[in-house]
């Protein structure tokens, strides 16, 4: 992990593109339409996010349940992005995206009934959908914030920016049930949904990895 701390660098840190950094730095005035495709860019490609919501719709077979969960991760990640950025509240890309690993890592012992055999209970998995959604805000806040983004139109363009990322989401969060639709009506999906969430937790375990390796050696 440190000799691929060394290689890859910011790429530990919540992922935003080398051309969009130069863009976001260098951009003045309101630029509506081009915030909403970096935030939609954003989220197809943010594989942090990507995990996570897997993880939350996992077991989520009625369209109400889906919608109510991503409704949360929607309303904690938008909160904390903007009251970020806005109010200039931002805290160590590193680190924050190390929660981000430990929401993964969360989700994915959650569906595999951890909880239950090892405490007996089951945490309230709404209120930590919204919890780990804000702390997934906090990951895109913190790193737009270290790239200096202009004051001026800064309002309306964190708003498309959202709006961006929430229409992302919903591309996404498509893409997730087409291929969950198709496999849940085969016989593997339950002998294999155990494998499958250790596979997320393992990932979730890397993130963690990469990001504190990240944090120690930069």
């Not at 969009?20 to 909403?36: H, M, P, S």
């Not at 903007?82 to 989700?107: E, H, P, Q, R, T």
């Not at 945490?123 to 990951?139: D, E, R, S, V």
Request: aromatic fraction near 14%; charge should be neutral.
């Amino acid at each position: 992990m440190l000799v691929s701390s060394l290689l890859i660098g910011d790429a530990f840190a919540h992922a935003v593109a080398e051309g969009d950094k130069g863009y976001i730095q260098e951009i003045t005035g309101v630029n509506l339409v081009a915030f909403l495709y970096l935030g939609a860019k954003h989220m197809m490609t943010g594989y942090d996010h990507i995990l996570f919501l897997l993880g939350v719709i996992f077991f989520l077979y009625r369209m109400k349940d889906i919608g109510i969960y991503v409704s949360l991760f929607a309303v904690g990640h938008s909160t904390t992005m903007l009251a970020g950025v806005y109010f200039n509240i931002g805290i160590n890309s590193y680190l924050i995206d190390a929660i981000i690993g430990l929401s993964i890592v969360y989700k994915a012992l959650d569906n595999m009934g951890a909880y239950q055999r090892w405490f007996g209970i089951q945490p309230n998995t709404k209120a930590a959908t919204l919890i780990f959604g804000f702390c997934h805000g906090l990951g895109l806040s913190s790193k737009i914030l270290d790239y200096r983004i202009s004051p001026d139109g800064l309002l309306p363009n964190l708003l498309a920016f959202n709006v961006g990322v929430e229409l992302g989401q919903l591309l996404a969060l498509g893409a997730i049930l087409i291929v969950m639709g198709f496999w849940r009506r085969t016989p593997s999906f339950l002998k294999h949904a155990y494998t499958a969430n250790m596979v997320v937790m393992a990932a979730g375990f890397l993130l963690i990895g990469y990001q504190l390796t990240g944090y120690f050696v930069s």
